[in-house]
């Protein structure tokens, strides 16, 4: 099993239309999650943290099932902006800070 | 400075010369990382600084890869005798603790 797995899409959804990203992880141990966004020829940034309790800032949503080692990303009304690839980030657990990325799952959101 | 100064921002170099990539982290945070991302791939880890621990070197290709880390700040990735396969986006980030990174816009690399 990968350490870190999503779907690589690419997803192609019109405006305003609500998509969900998928994401499974191998270290029991990780402690830590987060969602990254990279646009072409971008470095990543911070989507968000990922908590137990789930989370959610403005159209994202944020899960995380700890039993099944799953993380989930939701975008409501989704904008032209959103366009992107979306990657699953988990720590190694402990005192390691080391984050392991997934792939990414491709976004491209259509006018 | 505020983010995560990379530089150069593009590096062409021919096969066989060495080059060095540097970082500089943000101020105050304790933990710095190499990464590497070739086209439409994923990020690679290479090697992670924390503290005064020994660096995290599990992730490098080679031997001829090496990198340091200067008084806790500015790190530099060498590459020695460098090879087409090489060519990649090299990323470097930092962290306070286990936060999140914050990526500097990376020293793109290409072996002619």
């Known amino acids: 099993r990968k350490e870190v797995e999503q779907d690589p899409g690419p997803f192609n959804v019109p405006e305003g239309a609500t998509v969900a990203f998928n994401c499974t992880y191998s270290n029991s141990a990780s402690q830590s999650f987060f969602w990254y966004r990279q646009d072409c020829r971008k470095e990543p940034k911070l989507l968000m943290s990922v908590y137990s309790s789930g989370n959610e800032d403005g159209r994202f949503t944020a899960q995380l099932n700890r039993a099944s080692q799953y993380i989930s990303l939701l975008i409501r009304d989704s904008k032209l902006s959103d366009s992107a690839t979306y990657l699953c980030?988990?720590?190694?657990?402990?005192?390691?800070?080391?984050?392991?990325f997934g792939k990414g799952t491709l976004l491209t959101v259509n006018p | 400075g505020a983010g995560v100064s990379q530089s150069p921002s593009n590096k062409v170099t021919e096969k066989g010369k060495d080059v060095e990539l540097r970082c500089d982290p943000i101020?105050?945070?304790?933990?710095l990382y190499w990464y590497r991302q070739s086209l439409g791939q994923g990020l690679e880890f290479l090697i992670y600084f924390q503290g005064n621990s020994a660096p995290d070197k599990s992730g490098l290709p080679s031997d001829r890869f090496s990198a340091e880390r200067t008084g806790g700040s500015v790190s530099t990735l060498t590459i020695q005798r460098t090879q087409q396969e090489d060519s990649a986006v090299y990323l470097c980030a930092s962290s306070l603790a286990a936060s999140g990174y914050t990526f500097g816009s990376g020293t793109r690399l290409t072996v002619v």
């Open positions: 101020s105050g945070h304790t933990a």
């Open positions: 980030v988990v720590n190694q657990g402990g005192s390691n800070y080391k984050l392991t």
